[in-house]
Every structure is written in structure tokens, then in C-alpha cells.
């Protein structure tokens, strides 16, 4: 199930909108063993509640529970760690109230592990035929490893070098343009096409990874700003909280042993 089917399942054509959550359900239902075996991305629906009324085997499992029941009917902050779930929560209430559409969102998760992963996130509102909200349906698909085979790959493993050994500053496209040897559009495409990012999101990542090695110190969360190249800590705080949904705080209380 890819970004452009699950646009297509919230949106569809005003004729064919159904009237309720539970009708769209009882269309959506078929799909569900086909949408189980996805082992890569975790897909549900939630109701207006932001209650999960649909999830694939995958999300069941990463939220550490055995069967699909048990997931059915709560929200996030049910079933994630308590300084995890409020966040997630709160984004499903930005998409159910102001029909706010996320694409490409790039999220650092936990895992049963507490080991972080990478996915790009995808949520809107499902509409019936009046263009009510009646829910939403969200994926999250984990980062796939680079594409080694592609013909950009050593230009853009030299960006992806320079960008960790700079990521402590601000890095212009000008810079990455330049060590590349190819336009600005040239470098969103191949960047989009072998790390499945763009530039700024590559940017983001590696800083982000920082913190979360640099959380897990005494280190103050100001000089952790500093040392992950934002000018400022609610610059920092800001960031950090948009791509993990808790602030560096709630982050390093939550992963501490």
C-alpha cells in the first residue's frame, strides 16, 4: 500500500465516499490479510476519537501485543509509552480537527527494542460524501537502506559524508550542490531516489541521531542543541518535537534506564 493508494482510499469520488467509519471498514476489511503481510510499514485507521478501529499485523507487533484486539479501540497514548503516545496523539487530533495532511513526515520511533528507527510517516482525514470527517488512515513505512546500485551513489555518498562531518553547523544546498557536481533540482531528485530523503531530511536525520546518542549522557539538552547544529534551544526543542512527537526532555526521561 503505497502513499498514492492511501490518498486514494481517503479521498475517493464524492460519489463513492461512504457515510460512516464502519462502512468504510466493511469496504477496507478484504484488504486487511493482504495488508498484513507488509513487514515494512505499519497501516491503520482510526475513528474520530483517533481511536484505532483497523491496524496490520505489524503495528499489533510493534506496539509489543499479541493479537489485533487488543490494540482495537484505544488511541496512542494507550498503547505507546506514556511520554510517546500523547505526541502521536496529538498529530491525529492536528489531522481529525483542521484535516491536516501529512506527507513524507520523517519520524525517529522506538521499537520493542528501544532501538530508534527511521519511517516516513503519512496521515489525512477520511471524508464521507457531505466532506465530513469521519476518521483518519495513516502508514508509516520504515527508511529503506540506500540504493547502492543507483548511478548517483558515490556523488550522493560524498553528500551524505560532508553532511556528517558539518551536520554540527548550518549546511546550504550551495555546499552540497557544489561537492555533488549537479544543479539543485538534480539533487533533490537523486537524493529522493537513493536515501528516499531530501536533502534538508538528510540534514535532519543525522542531527537527529546525534541527540539521541547525546540524550542518553548528562550532557545539558543546550549543549546538545549546540552540538547538533541548531542556533538555539527551542529551535532545537521545536525540531526534535516535530520529528518524534516529545520534546528532547520528555525524550531523555522516557529512554533512561
Known sequence: MTQNALAMLCQGSDG????TIEALLAGVAPLLPMLDVIPNATIFIKDVQARYVMANRTLV???????????????????????FGPGYTEQDRQVLEQGRVLEDQLELHLYGSREPGWCLTHKRPLLNHKGDIIGL?????????????????????????YIRAHFNRRVTLAELTRIAGISVAQLERYCQRVFHLTP???????RLEHAHRLLHTDIPITDVALQCGYTDHSAFTRQF?????????????????
Open 61 to 83: 507487533q510493534r506496539c509489543n501485543l499479541k493479537q489485533l484486539q487488543s490494540l482495537l479501540g484505544k488511541t496512542s497514548a494507550e498503547v505507546f509509552p506514556a511520554q
Open 241 to 257: 518535537k516535530a520529528l518524534t512527537g516529545f520534546t528532547p526532555r520528555q525524550y531523555r526521561q522516557a529512554t533512561a534506564n
Open 16 to 19: 463513492n465516499r461512504p457515510e
Open 200 to 206: 534538508r531530511q538528510m540534514i535532519q536525520k543525522v
Open 137 to 161: 488512515a495513516g502508514i508509516s513505512v520504515d527508511l529503506q537502506s540506500a540504493s547502492d546500485t543507483h548511478p548517483a551513489y558515490q556523488r550522493l555518498a560524498a553528500v551524505d559524508e
